[in-house]
Nanobody
Framework: VQLQASGGGLVQAGDSLSLSCVAS????????VGWFRRAPGKEREFVAF????????RYADSVKGRFTISRDNAKNTAYLQMNSLKPEDTAVYYC?????????????????WGRGTLVTVSS
């Protein structure tokens, strides 16, 4: 499966953004999806996860209550709604997918990655 993340941009603190992750090649409904981010000079960081069915989600503590992960399998797309953005949310955001999951917060769990989309939050 090929993934393409989009929706990034430059916003001010407190604003919202919605990222999309569109899958091609294979149906996304067979894959669990995770969102990760990498801020300048920092390691890749887990953001959110959703199971293939959409029934279960997980979030990093740093985004819990502000970000919402969802998916529309009919559209082969996963989403990350980001509200109340903070300057520390500035990063390149990546979506990833895998058919199995044990520890979805580990980036090594995912076999498929899309190109990232840059989110910049100004103060």
């Amino acid at each position: 499966v090929q993934l393409q993340a989009s929706g990034g941009g430059l916003v001010q603190a407190g604003d919202s953004l919605s990222l999309s992750c569109v899958a091609s090649g294979r149906t996304l409904s067979r894959y669990h999806v995770g969102w990760f981010r990498r801020a300048p000079g920092k390691e890749r960081e887990f953001v959110a996860f959703i199971t293939a069915s959409g029934e279960s989600t997980r979030y990093a503590d740093s985004v819990k209550g502000r970000f919402t992960i969802s998916r529309d399998n009919a559209k082969n797309t996963a989403y990350l709604q980001m509200n109340s953005l903070k300057p520390e949310d500035t990063a390149v955001y990546y979506c990833a997918a895998d058919r199995e999951w044990i520890n979805p917060s580990r980036h090594t769990e995912y076999d498929y990655w899309g190109r990232g989309t840059l989110v910049t939050v100004s103060s």
